[in-house]
């Protein structure tokens, strides 16, 4: 049984997974809700309330799972924090994933290049970029979405040898189509083929994912585990990013 925690976002999220059999596994429970300031005060009551109502403990999981972000700076602390907590009090290994992973996970390998995107806030997007074989192009950034409707144009998604040779749509995913959809359809046209995301579509992608890497022993250390900010907040300090600098 695996415990699933996503606070990525003001989507936030919990789920327990289910898995008899390496192949088929399922979502048993989830609960998703918008949280208007942050998630400090609704994370714990979630977990407990799908963990009572099923009668399950923190000692009959085998692992937990949990979105590591992009995502909103408190929230991804939130969300560690209370995984942490849990994961030591039980004795349990915790996995950690990328949401864009998360988000794109679905798409990957079906023929289209595919770009998972988050809103970023300040008129900006995170971004992860995968070929049309599931394989990522680079590392997660940040920056406008123009910007990064440059990058795909001038990329080439599609060199695997078993990728169609004209050019494909790219397929567009994640939370930041919500926002940006239209600047993206605008600019990409009939190359675009935006996909609507859902934090239930998230919560069992991450629940997949996590289930994947504890069945391979893809553990995260808990004492270097952090969530991915890609930039530090706006107060408390000067502004950066902490992977790749803006453009």
């Known amino acids: 049984m695996l415990l699933a925690v996503d606070t990525s976002t003001r989507y936030a999220g919990v789920a327990l997974y289910s898995a008899p ?20 005060s609704e994370l714990m009551p979630a977990v407990s309330q799908i963990l009572e109502s099923h009668n399950i403990t923190l000692a009959d999981l085998t692992g937990i799972a949990v979105a590591l972000g ?8 939130v969300g560690l924090s209370v995984v942490k907590g849990l994961a030591v009090t039980a004795g349990k290994p915790v996995v950690g994933v990328g949401t864009l992973d998360i988000e ?5 390998g079906a023929g289209l290049p595919v770009c ?5 806030g300040r008129n900006e997007v995170a971004s992860a970029l995968f070929d049309c074989e599931g394989k990522r192009v680079r590392e997660d950034s ?14 080439d998604l599609r060199e695997p040898k078993n990728c169609a040779a004209e050019r494909q749509k790219t397929l567009f995913c994640g939370e930041g189509v919500i926002n940006w959809s239209e600047i993206i359809r605008d600019e990409m046209k009939s190359k675009a083929l935006v996909i609507q995301s859902s934090s239930a579509s998230r919560l069992w992608s991450l629940c997949h994912l996590g289930w994947k890497h504890l069945l391979e022993g893809e553990l995260s250390d808990l004492a270097t585990l952090q969530p991915l900010y890609l930039r530090m907040p706006s107060i408390g300090g000067p502004k950066r990013r902490d992977i790749k600098p803006q453009r």
């Open 142 to 155: 940040v920056g406008t979405p123009q910007d990064l409707i440059e990058e795909i144009h001038s990329a």
């Open 104 to 108: 794109a996970s679905s798409y990957l």
């Open 21 to 40: 059999e390496p192949e088929k596994g399922r979502m048993i429970a989830s609960r998703s809700w918008y949280s208007s300031v942050n998630h400090t």
């Open 116 to 120: 998972a995107i988050l809103d970023a």
């Open 70 to 77: 992009p995502g909103g700076f408190s929230a991804l602390r």
